[in-house]
């Protein structure tokens, strides 16, 4: 298995602010996942985070607005830019070592003002 | 982006039923899994199923990926209390993203 660990776990910002979620692995995965959900709901991907290289994002997401990090096999950042209260959600990042399974981090809740 | 849909949505039964999940695509995944997830926590994986007409058993949890590979359900019985959370299939597409389902909120009450 893989345990992973988000910052913050939760944070309150003021509309046109940026925040960055950092998610850590504590062992090398192949793959790892941004997701969105609201409280309740399904997840929706926003993107494949991609060592070394531009992320992939999913329709309806763009990098000016969730730039993504990751600079190696067990870190990764996503920065939510210019927030409004649209974007009030958890955010969770995953990793998957190809194995399809998939683990998560307990999600980072985020709320705008 | 390739749908999933669960249903039903929300389920409330008493302790000692059973029960069964449906998540149905029109497409078709290289595997599927199912994670429960409970309030302010992450979801976890309770299962991985790839191969069609596969059907794995987790004590009380039957789960059963469909013949062609596009759908697939979860049976749960005898229910107790702490089967109560968020239940989701998720698709793994041929490009190895994870697409989810729409959720299924289980209530299950003493």
């Known amino acids: 298995s893989a345990v992973i660990s988000q910052k913050p776990s939760r944070d309150i910002c003021q509309r046109g602010t940026s925040l960055t979620i950092q998610c850590q692995v504590d062992?090398?995965?192949?793959?790892m996942f941004w997701y969105r959900q609201q409280p309740g709901q399904s997840l929706t991907l926003i993107a494949t985070?991609?060592?070394?290289?531009?992320?992939?994002?999913e329709s309806g997401f763009v990098i000016d607005k969730f730039p993504i990090s990751r600079p190696n096999l067990t870190f990764s950042t996503l920065t939510v830019s210019n927030m409004s209260p649209e974007d009030s959600s958890i955010y969770l990042c995953?990793?998957?070592?190809?194995?399809?399974?998939?683990?998560f981090g307990p999600g980072t809740r985020l709320t705008v003002l | 982006t390739q749908l999933l849909e669960q249903s039903p949505q929300f389920l409330s039964i008493q302790e000692g039923e059973n029960l069964t999940v449906y998540c149905n695509s029109s497409?078709?995944?290289?595997?599927l899994q199912w994670y429960r997830q409970e309030p302010g926590e992450g979801p976890v994986l309770l299962v991985t199923?790839?191969?069609?007409?596969e059907v794995k058993k987790l004590k009380r949890l039957t789960f059963q990926f469909g013949d062609a590979r596009k759908d697939s359900s979860l049976h749960i019985t005898a229910a107790q209390p702490g089967d109560t959370g968020l239940y989701l299939c998720?698709?793994?597409?041929?490009?190895?993203?994870?697409?989810f389902g729409t959720g299924t909120s289980l209530t299950v009450i003493p």
């Open positions: 995953s990793g998957d070592r190809g194995t399809d399974t998939q683990y």
């Open positions: 062992s090398q995965v192949t793959m």
């Open positions: 985070a991609n060592q070394g290289s531009e992320a992939t994002y």
């Open positions: 497409s078709v995944f290289s595997s």
């Open positions: 199923v790839v191969t069609g007409g």
């Open positions: 998720a698709g793994k597409s041929t490009g190895n993203q994870f697409y």
